[in-house]
């Protein structure tokens, strides 16, 4: 693979970055996942746009412009001849070779890495066969809104999820549902109105959720953007996330109760349908 940092397109075994690197160290990093189809960068300004957001949230000034951000997008599909998969963007508030919590009172050049990852997003069996979620507390911080590299929460309870034969793992905070580790989580209840959680701190503004908002209009569903409950999900006729890494998945059972009949939905089937028709 080649890779992009700071500047250079390289082989990702010389990509190197200080172990003083504060992304290492304190996870003082932001990041973004954007899916490529065809060759194609997918909802590219939307996530640009949450990139420049997180960043003023944390306070990490970033010399790059939109323009140039896209251009390295950009070249780092053609460099892989990447048809179909993700491009990883970090950008980190970089070193001054030492370990200090204070923010750096001198400019300091931050670190810019890119890489590619190929996956099959369109003929995807899982989103076939309808993901298994398990539910967990969100143990996470309470700035769920910046996408920062801070993740260790979300990966235990990932594996915690693997670990029991299942897909995902959704939280619930207050006896509600935030998110997937990874996505966003919704419901399409008895009476047909799909529900996912409104914006605010506790979860990220997903990028896919917005676009598939919109589709949901397109197909005239009624939304209803508030928070739900385990018990809801259990009375839904459907339940399904939304990322860029899985577009819109069909989610078939929670905690080992099937969600509907167990199979996936028509809302899930549409509206993956239509975002994936839309995006090309
Ligand atoms: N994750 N919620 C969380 C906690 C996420 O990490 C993500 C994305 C989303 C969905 O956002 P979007 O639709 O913009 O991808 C929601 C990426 C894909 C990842 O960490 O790999």
Known sequence: ??????????????????????????????????????????????HMERLTRSLGEINLE???DQASLLEIHRQVVARNNL??????????RGST??????????????????FTQEK??????????????ILVEDWRWL??????????????????ARDK????????????ITEGCSNNAYIVTADGTLVTRALSNSILAGITRQTVLQCAAELQVKVEERAFSAEEIRQAREAFSTSASGFVNPVVQVDGFAVGDGKPGPVARRLREIYIKNSL
Not at 83 to 92: A, D, F, K, P
Not at 105 to 111: C, M, R, S
């Open 62 to 64: 970033v010399p790059f």
């Open 165 to 176: 034969g299942a897909d995902d793992a959704w939280m619930v905070e207050n006896g509600q």
């Open 97 to 114: 070779g030492d370990r200090d919590f204070n923010f750096p009172l001198e400019p300091v050049a931050p670190t810019l890495v890119l």
């Open 120 to 133: 099959a997003l369109i003929e995807n069996p899982v989103a076939e066969r309808g993901q298994k979620v």
């Open 143 to 160: 700035r769920r809104d910046i996408k920062t590299v801070q993740l260790l929460y979300p990966a235990m309870a990932k594996s915690l």
């Open 83 to 92: 048809r179909e998969g993700l491009i990883y963007l970090q950008i980190s």
């Open 1 to 46: 693979r080649t890779v992009y940092l700071n500047g250079d397109y390289i082989e990702e075994s010389e990509a190197k970055v200080s172990i003083f690197d504060r992304g290492f160290l304190f996870a003082d990093a932001i990041y973004e996942v954007t899916a490529v189809v065809d060759g194609k960068l997918i909802d590219f300004p939307g």
